[in-house]
């Protein structure tokens, strides 16, 4: 199981951390992600985190303001997210991923818990 949080209401400008806790398996064996979904909107990948060596990926949308990492003895994933913008707005949901590439479009999920909402506005 998966379970986001950290989610919360901050202006523009602002920052937030997300957290992913899994249970039942170990995610440095796992390629893990996140995913959001605003209102209305397609579901849209922002980054993942590879298995073992730990590579990240990101959305173009997200470079350079969101961070992803691991800490293996909390078997949590983390979502640093810094210079919020109100197009950040949406439910944020953390994945474990099939597939995965520099290609963000491309991804394929597996399991993922309930999101946690995360709305940016002033």
């Known amino acids: 199981q998966l379970q986001a949080s950290g989610g919360g209401l901050v202006q523009p400008g602002g920052y937030l951390r997300l957290s992913c806790a899994a249970s039942?398996?170990?995610?440095?064996?796992?390629?893990i992600g996140w995913f959001r979904q605003a209102p209305g909107k397609e579901r849209e990948g922002v980054s993942c985190?590879?298995?073992?060596?730990?590579?990240?990926y990101y959305a173009d949308s997200v470079k350079g303001r969101f961070t992803i990492s691991r800490d293996n003895a909390k078997n949590t994933v983390y979502l640093q997210m810094n210079s919020l913008k109100p197009e950040d707005t949406a439910s944020y949901y953390c994945?474990?991923?099939?597939?995965?590439?520099?290609?963000?479009?491309?991804?394929?999920?597996?399991?993922w818990g309930q999101g946690t909402l995360v709305t940016v506005s002033s």
């Open positions: 039942g398996f170990t995610t440095y064996y796992y390629a």
């Open positions: 985190i590879s298995s073992v060596d730990g590579t990240t």
């Open positions: 994945a474990t991923l099939k597939y995965y590439s520099d290609y963000v479009p491309l991804w394929q999920y597996g399991d």
